[in-house]
Structures are given as C-alpha cells and as structure tokens.
C-alpha cells in the first residue's frame, strides 16, 4: 500500500510541474513563434527604416521575433523568399504584378509568395537640386539615375520617360545607381536628377535636404492621364512641400508598399504580424511618419496577388474578405 501512495504521489507531482511549464493561466500549452527574416531595401530608403519598426513592434507583442535585413529592394526580396533566406518582404505593388505573371522583371511566374497586407503609396521622386529642371521634359539630355538596373525603379523610370516621349538609353543620359548612391552623385554634381521610389519622406533625399536646397519634378495631368491608360497600377498622388522643404507641393504618382510572406510561413507567425501591426498604428506612428498611412481599407486591397491564410483570419475578423489561393 505504502507503494503504491508513493507512486501515485510522484504521478501527481509530474503533472503538475508538466502543467506548470505549459503556462499559469490553466496549464494550456503557449506555441511557439518564429525566428522571421523580414528583407526590406537599401538602408536609406523607407522600407528599411520602417521595416525595422514593424519589426520591432511584432517583436515586442507577439511571440513571433522578427529580424529585418537590409537588401536589393522588391526584385531582390522575392528571389530571397523563393530560396528561403527571408520569410517576409517587401515590394512594390506593380513589381509583384510583374513576377505573379511572369512579365519585365521576371521570365517566368514566381508564385510561391502571398500577400500579408498593403501598408502605404510609394512615390515616384524624381530629385533634382536644380531648380530649371521643373518638368520630366527638361530631363532630354540630361545625366539622370533611373535605379539600379533591373530594378523596379527602373520600370517606373521607364513608364514615365515613356510618357513624355523619352527614351531611357538615347534621350537622357542614364546611370544606374540606388537610393543612397544617387543622393550622393546629386551631391557631388555627377548627375542632375534621380528617380526614387520610396515612401515620402525618404531617408536618402531628407539627408540631401538638411544642406542642400531639393526640389522634385511634377508631372502634369495630361501625361498623368497617359500613364494611367497605359499603367493602371498608378495612382496619382501629392507630395506637401513641407516633405522637403520645398517651395511648393508636388504631382506624381504612387505606387503599393506591400509586405509578403512565404507561402509556407505558418498562420499563427502571418497573424501576428498583421494583428500587431493594424492594432498598434498609434504606437508604430510614434516611431515613423509612414505609420500613420495604416488603414484596413488598403491593406486589404490587394488584388493581384493572394493573401496568406494567417492575414485572411485577421481581415474576416475586422470585417474584410480578402482573396487566398
């Protein structure tokens, strides 16, 4: 008899050191979260200093920890998800048109991604110190960076050179050079305008601001409207002229910042991200100005690209039915 008690006793005390581990609120089992690489863009422009924001709130609400890197912007960010050396990023809503079909930057379809959520419009910068430079027509002759080759700037450079009748190889000269580096070339007078695609305000031109005087390139609503027609991933857009410092407020166009994930990232790790994301936009605010451009109605209007089941759950949950595969 006394055995026996003594078994039983030592049983009783398993389960409970058992249920201790599994958390003190009733002994349910707490999952664990994923160690998530989140690829964003070169580490002046917005994706990599918002990034990293969005990062550290999942980080720090969730049990999901999220890391982000820095990279070669959207192209580069879908080739790192489809090998595996990042589970979220970045891209630009027409960049991740081109590689669902197959068409500009891609040869063939790259359909192994999901979308998480749109986040902000992208604006197409065009950055000049000079201020004669006014319209995309006085760029003609001009040494101008379009971004790094291949890049999805560069098709946005190309879109709209396009329509104002400019070739990209015969009716500029073109260089082919990143955010930071194109900051630096206008600096040292090497060229006269830049394309950059990026969140306004962009840390590479904000930098350029603080002792030079910026100023960027409107486009007019007669070519807006051409571009438009033949593009319609575009929206047009203002930029304020306090962004920059500049003497007036600016015309352009925009593109989606959106994030994506693998398709096999879980659902608990996709959920987390959105939710600690969409129910913290005062505390992300507080961190970056682009937080204050999170609303449900754009997140969840992405349509090109499916979304992954774990952010699907959370827009049903607000009241929004999203496309998934």
Same mark, same amino acid.
């Given at each position: 008899m006394r055995k026996k008690l003594c078994l039983l006793l030592c049983a009783l005390l398993t389960a409970g050191i058992l $249920?201790?581990? %599994? %958390?003190?609120? +009733?002994g349910s089992a707490v999952s664990t979260g994923g160690n998530l690489k989140f690829s964003t863009g070169n580490d002046q422009g917005t994706y990599f200093a918002f990034g990293s924001v969005l990062a550290g709130q999942v980080s720090s609400t969730t049990n999901t920890t999220v890391t982000a890197i820095s990279s070669g +912007?959207?192209? !580069?960010?879908? %080739? $790192?998800?489809?090998?595996?050396? !990042?589970?979220l990023g970045f891209v630009q809503s027409d960049v991740m048109a081109y590689a669902y079909n197959g068409t500009n930057l891609f040869t063939e379809p790259v359909t192994d991604f999901s979308t998480i959520a749109a986040l902000y419009m992208e604006q197409v910068q065009i950055v @000049?110190?000079?201020?004669e430079i006014r319209s995309v027509a006085d760029l003609a002759g001009k040494t101008v960076s379009v971004g790094e080759a291949g890049s999805g700037v560069y098709f946005n450079a190309l879109d709209i050179l396009s329509a104002y009748g400019i070739d990209v190889t015969s009716g500029l000269n073109p260089v082919y050079e990143s955010f930071g @580096?194109? !900051?630096e070339s206008l600096q040292d007078g090497k060229i006269d305008a830049a394309f950059i695609v990026a969140g306004a305000p962009t840390t590479a031109v904000t930098s350029l601001s603080a002792s030079r005087s910026v100023y960027l390139v409107s486009l007019d609503d007669e070519h807006i409207d051409t571009l438009l027609s033949a593009s319609p991933y575009y929206t047009k857009t203002v930029i304020p002229a306090d962004t920059y410092n500049m003497p007036e407020d600016v015309t352009t166009v925009a593109v989606g910042a959106v994030v994506i994930a693998r398709d096999d990232l879980s659902e608990d790790d996709a959920y987390n991200f959105v939710s600690s994301v969409f129910d913290n936009i005062e505390t992300i605010t507080a961190s970056h100005a682009k937080g204050a451009e999170l609303n449900l109605d754009f997140a969840s209007s992405v349509t090109s690209v499916p979304y992954h089941p774990g952010a699907a759950k959370y827009f049903s949950e607000k009241g929004y039915t999203v496309p998934t595969k």
């Amino acid at each position: 008899m006394r055995k026996k008690l003594c078994l039983l006793l030592c049983a009783l005390l398993t389960a409970g050191i058992l $249920a201790g581990c %599994g %958390g003190g609120d +009733g002994g349910s089992a707490v999952s664990t979260g994923g160690n998530l690489k989140f690829s964003t863009g070169n580490d002046q422009g917005t994706y990599f200093a918002f990034g990293s924001v969005l990062a550290g709130q999942v980080s720090s609400t969730t049990n999901t920890t999220v890391t982000a890197i820095s990279s070669g +912007g959207s192209q !580069a960010n879908i %080739g $790192a998800l489809s090998k595996g050396d !990042a589970q979220l990023g970045f891209v630009q809503s027409d960049v991740m048109a081109y590689a669902y079909n197959g068409t500009n930057l891609f040869t063939e379809p790259v359909t192994d991604f999901s979308t998480i959520a749109a986040l902000y419009m992208e604006q197409v910068q065009i950055v @000049t110190l000079n201020p004669e430079i006014r319209s995309v027509a006085d760029l003609a002759g001009k040494t101008v960076s379009v971004g790094e080759a291949g890049s999805g700037v560069y098709f946005n450079a190309l879109d709209i050179l396009s329509a104002y009748g400019i070739d990209v190889t015969s009716g500029l000269n073109p260089v082919y050079e990143s955010f930071g @580096t194109s !900051a630096e070339s206008l600096q040292d007078g090497k060229i006269d305008a830049a394309f950059i695609v990026a969140g306004a305000p962009t840390t590479a031109v904000t930098s350029l601001s603080a002792s030079r005087s910026v100023y960027l390139v409107s486009l007019d609503d007669e070519h807006i409207d051409t571009l438009l027609s033949a593009s319609p991933y575009y929206t047009k857009t203002v930029i304020p002229a306090d962004t920059y410092n500049m003497p007036e407020d600016v015309t352009t166009v925009a593109v989606g910042a959106v994030v994506i994930a693998r398709d096999d990232l879980s659902e608990d790790d996709a959920y987390n991200f959105v939710s600690s994301v969409f129910d913290n936009i005062e505390t992300i605010t507080a961190s970056h100005a682009k937080g204050a451009e999170l609303n449900l109605d754009f997140a969840s209007s992405v349509t090109s690209v499916p979304y992954h089941p774990g952010a699907a759950k959370y827009f049903s949950e607000k009241g929004y039915t999203v496309p998934t595969k």
